[in-house]
């Protein structure tokens, strides 16, 4: 499976694509992030992350476009450019027949680290680790879009059978309890 990753932000979008390996690892396809200035209008830095979205689309094609949850923050006008962003990987997506999943960050970092509640720093360096990276991506926003979709691969609704979920690392059997006490809580199974 291969997975598009997208740290949704109006000045920079994080954008990170990786394959899932044998052995339930992953693998680095590619790492950037999209950026437009601030001193352009709205319309045209929308246009110029739609265009580089579209074009990672392309030379990629991934199965699925996991894009990170926005949740309202003090700063309305950072989170309407964040969800702006993140609609239009939705909608580039969405145009190739390619499915999306949205990631709450805390569901990232436990993937991740196996801690819902883990420093970025952290989340970063564990995505070094897992890709087998010499070094943390920079920006932070690409080491965020590597994040998610390592966190797309490895949900455990992607986990089949029993064999595979004893090869999970701790940080995915964290997030998988989590997952499942969080649905029992709810009343669904």
Same mark, same amino acid.
């Given at each position: 499976?291969? #997975?598009? %990753? #997208? ?9 990170? *694509?990786?394959? !899932?390996?044998?052995?339930?690892? +992953? ?8 950026? !437009?200035?601030?001193?352009? /209008? $709205? ?7 739609? /265009?580089?979205?579209?074009? &990672? ?13 926005? @949740? ?8 309407? %450019?964040?969800?702006? *962003? ?28 196996? !801690?819902?509640? +883990? %420093? ?6 564990? #995505? ?7 070094? $943390? ?16 691969? &490895? ?10 979920? @004893?090869?999970? /690392?701790?940080?995915?059997?964290? &997030? ?8 029992? +809580?709810? %009343?669904?199974?």
């Amino acid at each position: 499976m291969r #997975v598009l %990753g #997208v740290d949704p932000g109006l000045t920079r979008c994080g954008i990170g *694509v990786v394959d !899932s390996v044998t052995g339930r690892r +992953a693998r680095l396809v590619a790492v950037g992030v999209a950026m !437009s200035p601030p001193t352009d /209008t $709205v319309d045209a830095r929308l246009l110029q992350i739609a /265009t580089e979205l579209d074009a &990672w689309m392309d030379a990629h094609t991934p199965d699925v476009v996991a894009v990170e949850r926005v @949740f309202a923050q003090h700063n309305v006008s950072t989170v309407m %450019g964040t969800a702006q *962003v993140a609609g239009l990987a939705m909608v580039a997506a969405a145009r190739r027949g390619v499915p999306v999943a949205m990631h709450t960050p805390s569901e990232v970092k436990a993937a991740v680290t196996g !801690s819902g509640r +883990a %420093g970025k720093e952290q989340v970063q360096k564990m #995505v070094a680790q897992i890709l087998g990276l010499s070094e $943390v991506p920079r920006p932070a926003d690409a080491a965020d879009a590597l994040a998610l979709a390592i966190c797309h691969l &490895w949900r455990p609704s992607a986990i089949l059978d029993k064999a595979e979920r @004893f090869a999970q /690392t701790p940080a995915q059997r964290a &997030w998988a309890a989590a997952e499942q006490s969080a649905r029992r +809580a709810k %009343g669904t199974r």
